[in-house]
C-alpha cells in the first residue's frame, strides 16, 4: 500500500465501522445479493454474445430460432460455470488488469471446449454452426473483458474529477516512476501526475502510463511556470548524493513541496518501499553510492559463531547487532552499561530474530570481573569493542576517566578475550587518533598503537579508523536538529571547520569487511570521501527543514578544547597500503615494540589516581608524541571578525555574535 502524506482517519475507519455494525448474517446475505446480480449481467452478456454471433452468421437474419434459444441455456449453464471456476464472478471491476483479461479467455476457451463436446457429442445436436462456436467465444470475450475496462475508466475517470486532487510532477521516468505512476493512478488515489522530467534526452516526449516526459530535469522550473502543481515526487532511488543534492535545489528553486522514494541502498536491504515516498533526508544529500561487501567472506567469519559488541545501544553498536544478525551467528552478545539503551536495543533485536539469538547483558566494561563472567557464560568467537566515551570537549574536563576506559578498559578486554579463547577482535577507532588534539583522540590512538603492537596469543585484533557517522547519537547533526525545532540559531564552532561524515550503516557494512580481511595488529582506515563543512551541513538541514538561512541565522562560537579545524585520516609517517577491499586501506607506521608501550602504560596507570590532570596528559604525549593542545586554544572571538564580513556574506545569513 502506497504511504503518501499523513493517513486518513476519517473515510476508511468509517466504512470500516459500518461493515462491523452490520452482522456476519446481513453481510453473508448483501455479498450474495451482489454476487446474483454480477451473474445476471454477465448471463446478458453472454446471450447477447450468441445472438450477436447468429445475426452475423446468417446476414442479421434470426433463421432456426428452436436451435437458438434451446442451445442459449446450455451455453448460459456452461459459461458460468467456467467464469465462477476463474474467480470472475466478484464485481471489483474498477481494479480490472492484465490478470483478468487472461481469466476472461481461459474461461471462455475451456466453455467453448465444454459447450462443443456437449452440443455434438452428449445431445447429438450437429445441426448447430459450427462459425457460431468460435464468433460467440470472440464476442464474448469482447464483452465480458470490454465491460469491466468500462467500468475502470469509469470510476478513474469520476476519481480523476473529484475535489482535493493534488497535482504532482515526477522527476525520472524510468522503472521506478512508473510503478509510482501506476500506483498514484489506482481509485482513491489523492494524486493526479501530470508530467515527468528525466535527463535522458531519448525519453522526451514519450509517455509513461498515459503521462508525457515534458523535458530535462533542469528544464522542471519552466514545465511548471505557466501550471504549478501541489508537489514534487522524486522517483531516482539509485540517485547519488550530488545528484539528490541537484534535485533538491531545483526544486527548491520551484518553490514546492518535494519527497522521495527510498535510496537505492535500502531497497536492496529490504529497509524501504518503492511505493512509499518520504522527505528528503540529510543522508540522501551526503550518501554515496551503495557499499558492495564481499558478504561470503563476513558470513563464513560470522555465521553459527557467537559475536559479541560492547557499546552495543550505541549508535554505531546497535547497527553492528542488526547486520551482525544478518548473518546468522550462533549467539550475539549485546553489552552496554546504559540499562535504558539496553532495554530499547532488546526491544528492537526481538523483532528481527528469534529470542535465543540475541542475549542483552547490563555490564561496565571496566569491570574485569563482570566480563569475565560474561565471557564464561557464552563464550564468544569474535569481539566487536564499540564501548568508548567520545564527546571531545567533556574527556578534556575527565581526564582520567577517558583514560581508564577508553586505554585500560580495552586492555582488561583484550585480556579477557584472550584467556577466554576468542578468535578475534576488532576494535572501533576514529580519525581524531590521528594527530590528536585531545584526551579522546589521544586515548583512540593509544588504543590502536595497543592492537598494533600486543603479541597476539592466538588471537587476531584488528582496529578500524574512520571519521564522523551521520546522525550518531550526539553528534553534531542531532544538535542542529534540535536547534531547527526549537526555533533557534544553530550553533558553530567555526567557519572552516570540516568533518568526514558516512551513514551508519555504510560505516559498519565496512567495519564487517575489515574484520573479515584483516590481519593480526592491522590498522584498517575507511574511505570517507571528501570533508564536507559543518556550516555547509547546517545549510542543507535548513533548506531540508524549508526555511532559509536568513530565517534560522548562524552563530559561530570558536573552537571548543580540544577540537580541531580539519581532521585526518593518516599520519604523515604512515605508509597506506592497499587491501583486497578497495575502500578499505591498511596504515603502517613505525612502533616502539610491546615492552616499552607496557611500560609505558603501567606508568600512565600508576598516574591515574595521584598525580594531576596534567601530569597524566604529560605520561599520555610521552606514549603518543604527536599528541598537542595547540589548535584547543584558539580563542573563540580570534576569527569574529573573518565570520562577520566574508561568511556572512557568502552564505547571506545574519550572524548574531555575543559581544558585538
Request: hydrophobic residues 45%.
Given at each position: 500500500m502506497m504511504e503518501f502524506g499523513p493517513a486518513k482517519k476519517v473515510a476508511i475507519p468509517n466504512r470500516l465501522r459500518m461493515r462491523k455494525a452490520a452482522s456476519p448474517a446481513t453481510h453473508a446475505h448483501l455479498l450474495r445479493y451482489r454476487t446474483w446480480w454480477i451473474a445476471l449481467l454477465q448471463v446478458v452478456l453472454v446471450f447477447c454474445a450468441l445472438l450477436l454471433a447468429w445475426l452475423l452468421r446468417f446476414d442479421?437474419?434470426?433463421?432456426?430460432?428452436?436451435?437458438?434459444?434451446?442451445?442459449?441455456?446450455?451455453?448460459?449453464?456452461?459459461?458460468?460455470?467456467?467464469?465462477?471456476?476463474?474467480?470472475?464472478?466478484?464485481?471489483?471491476?474498477?481494479?480490472?488488469?492484465?490478470?483478468?483479461?487472461?481469466?476472461?479467455?481461459?474461461?471462455?476457451?475451456?466453455?467453448?471446449?465444454?459447450?462443443?463436446?456437449?452440443?455434438?457429442?452428449?445431445?447429438?445436436?450437429?445441426?448447430?454452426?459450427?462459425?457460431?462456436?468460435l464468433l460467440e467465444a470472440l464476442i464474448s470475450i469482447g464483452l465480458l473483458a470490454g465491460v469491466r475496462l468500462a467500468s475502470r475508466i469509469l470510476t478513474e475517470s469520476v476519481?480523476?474529477?473529484?475535489?482535493?486532487?493534488?497535482?504532482?510532477?515526477?522527476?525520472?521516468?524510468?522503472?521506478?516512476?512508473?510503478?509510482?505512476?501506476?500506483?498514484?493512478?489506482?481509485?482513491?488515489?489523492?494524486?493526479?501526475?501530470?508530467?515527468?522530467?528525466?535527463?535522458?534526452?531519448?525519453?522526451?516526449?514519450?509517455?509513461?502510463?498515459?503521462?508525457?516526459?515534458?523535458?530535462?530535469?533542469?528544464?522542471?522550473?519552466?514545465?511548471?511556470?505557466?501550471?504549478?502543481?501541489?508537489?514534487?515526487?522524486?522517483?531516482?532511488?539509485?540517485?547519488?548524493?550530488?545528484?539528490?543534492?541537484?534535485?533538491?535545489?531545483?526544486?527548491?528553486?520551484?518553490?514546492?513541496?518535494?519527497?522521495?522514494?527510498?535510496?537505492?541502498?535500502?531497497?536492496?536491504?529490504?529497509?524501504?518501499?518503492?511505493?512509499?515516498?518520504?522527505?528528503?533526508?540529510?543522508?540522501?544529500?551526503?550518501?554515496?553510492?551503495?557499499?558492495?561487501?564481499?558478504?561470503?567472506?563476513?558470513r563464513g567469519r560470522i555465521e553459527g559463531r557467537v559475536v559479541l559488541v560492547t557499546g552495543a545501544a550505541g549508535s554505531i553498536g546497535s547497527e553492528l547487532c542488526r547486520q551482525i544478525l544478518e548473518y546468522n551467528p550462533g549467539k550475539l552478545v549485546c553489552v552496554d552499561q546504559s540499562e535504558t539503551g539496553i532495554f530499547y536495543l532488546e526491544e528492537e533485536l526481538r523483532q528481527l530474530a528469534a529470542e535465543r539469538k540475541a542475549a542483552c547483558c547490563v555490564a561496565d566494561i571496566s569491570d574485569a570481573e563482570r566480563m569475565r563472567d560474561i565471557f564464561e557464560k557464552y563464550g564468544p568467537k569474535a569481539v566487536f569493542h564499540a564501548a568508548a566515551y567520545k564527546h571531545v570537549p567533556v574527556m578534556e574536563r575527565n581526564v582520567q576517566e577517558a583514560v581508564k576506559n577508553n586505554v585500560f578498559a580495552l586492555l582488561s578486554l583484550v585480556e579477557i578475550a584472550e584467556e577466554s579463547g576468542c578468535e578475534s577482535l576488532v576494535l572501533i577507532s576514529s580519525d581524531k587518533a590521528v594527530n590528536p588534539t585531545s584526551i579522546m583522540g589521544v586515548t583512540k590512538r593509544i588504543g590502536e598503537l595497543l592492537i598494533?603492537?600486543?603479541?597476539?596469543?592466538?588471537?587476531?585484533?584488528?582496529?578500524?579508523?574512520?571519521?564522523?557517522?551521520?546522525?550518531?547519537?550526539?553528534?553534531?547533526?542531532?544538535?542542529?536538529?534540535?536547534?531547527?525545532?526549537?526555533?533557534?540559531?544553530?550553533?558553530?564552532?567555526?567557519?572552516?571547520?570540516?568533518?568526514?561524515?558516512?551513514?551508519?550503516?555504510?560505516?559498519?557494512?565496512?567495519?564487517?569487511?575489515?574484520?573479515?580481511?584483516?590481519?593480526?595488529?592491522?590498522?584498517?582506515?575507511?574511505?570517507?570521501?571528501?570533508?564536507?563543512?559543518?556550516?555547509?551541513?547546517?545549510?542543507?538541514?535548513?533548506?531540508?527543514?524549508?526555511?532559509?538561512?536568513?530565517?534560522?541565522?548562524?552563530?559561530?562560537?570558536?573552537?571548543?578544547?580540544?577540537?580541531?579545524?580539519?581532521?585526518?585520516?593518516?599520519?604523515?609517517?604512515?605508509?597506506?597500503?592497499?587491501?583486497?577491499?578497495?575502500?578499505?586501506?591498511?596504515?603502517?607506521?613505525?612502533?616502539?615494540?610491546w615492552f616499552e608501550l607496557e611500560r609505558r602504560l603501567d606508568e600512565l596507570k600508576s598516574s591515574l589516581n595521584t598525580d594531576s590532570e596534567e601530569s597524566v596528559r604529560s605520561k599520555l604525549k610521552q606514549i603518543v608524541p604527536e599528541y598537542s593542545q595547540g589548535e584547543s586554544s584558539t580563542p573563540a572571538r580570534k576569527s569574529r571578525k573573518y565570520v562577520r564580513l566574508s561568511l556572512a556574506e557568502r552564505l547571506g545569513v545574519s550572524v548574531p555574535v555575543d559581544g558585538d
Open positions: 442479421f437474419s434470426l433463421p432456426y430460432r428452436a436451435l437458438l434459444f434451446s442451445a442459449a441455456p446450455v451455453l448460459i449453464v456452461i459459461r458460468l460455470a467456467a467464469i465462477e471456476r476463474f474467480g470472475l464472478l466478484h464485481g471489483w471491476w474498477r481494479y480490472t488488469g492484465v490478470s483478468d483479461a487472461l481469466d476472461i479467455v481461459k474461461a471462455i476457451a475451456v466453455g467453448s471446449v465444454v459447450f462443443l463436446v456437449v452440443m455434438r457429442f452428449l445431445l447429438g445436436v450437429t445441426a448447430f454452426p459450427r462459425t457460431i462456436y476519481s480523476a474529477f473529484g475535489a482535493n486532487r493534488h497535482k504532482v510532477v515526477v522527476i525520472g521516468a524510468g522503472s521506478a516512476a512508473q510503478i509510482i505512476i501506476r500506483e498514484l493512478k489506482r481509485q482513491k488515489s489523492e494524486y493526479d501526475v501530470v508530467a515527468c522530467v528525466d535527463d535522458d534526452e531519448s525519453k522526451a516526449g514519450i509517455k509513461l502510463q498515459g503521462v508525457p516526459v515534458m523535458g530535462s530535469v533542469d528544464q522542471l522550473p519552466s514545465v511548471l511556470s505557466g501550471d504549478p502543481v501541489d508537489e514534487i515526487l522524486i522517483a531516482v532511488p539509485s540517485a547519488t548524493g550530488k545528484q539528490m543534492q541537484r534535485f533538491v535545489q531545483i526544486c527548491e528553486q520551484c518553490g514546492t513541496r518535494f519527497r522521495t522514494v527510498p535510496a537505492l541502498r535500502d531497497l536492496i536491504t529490504g529497509r524501504g518501499n518503492i511505493r512509499e515516498f518520504r522527505d528528503v533526508h540529510l543522508e540522501d544529500l551526503l550518501g554515496r553510492d551503495p557499499v558492495e561487501i564481499d558478504l561470503e567472506a563476513v598494533a603492537q600486543r603479541p597476539a596469543n592466538g588471537m587476531r585484533s584488528v582496529s578500524v579508523r574512520f571519521g564522523n557517522v551521520l546522525g550518531s547519537n550526539g553528534s553534531v547533526v542531532p544538535v542542529l536538529q534540535e536547534q531547527l525545532r526549537k526555533s533557534q540559531p544553530l550553533s558553530i564552532t567555526h567557519p572552516e571547520m570540516r568533518r568526514f561524515f558516512m551513514t551508519c550503516r555504510e560505516a559498519v557494512s565496512l567495519v564487517l569487511q575489515a574484520y573479515a580481511i584483516g590481519n593480526a595488529g592491522d590498522t584498517l582506515v575507511l574511505d570517507m570521501g571528501e570533508p564536507v563543512r559543518i556550516v555547509d551541513l547546517a545549510r542543507t538541514l535548513i533548506r531540508l527543514s524549508g526555511r532559509s538561512a536568513g530565517e534560522v541565522g548562524i552563530k559561530f562560537t570558536g573552537l571548543r578544547e580540544g577540537e580541531k579545524l580539519n581532521e585526518e585520516l593518516f599520519y604523515g609517517s604512515e605508509r597506506v597500503c592497499a587491501t583486497s577491499f578497495e575502500k578499505i586501506k591498511k596504515a603502517r607506521g613505525e612502533l616502539a615494540g
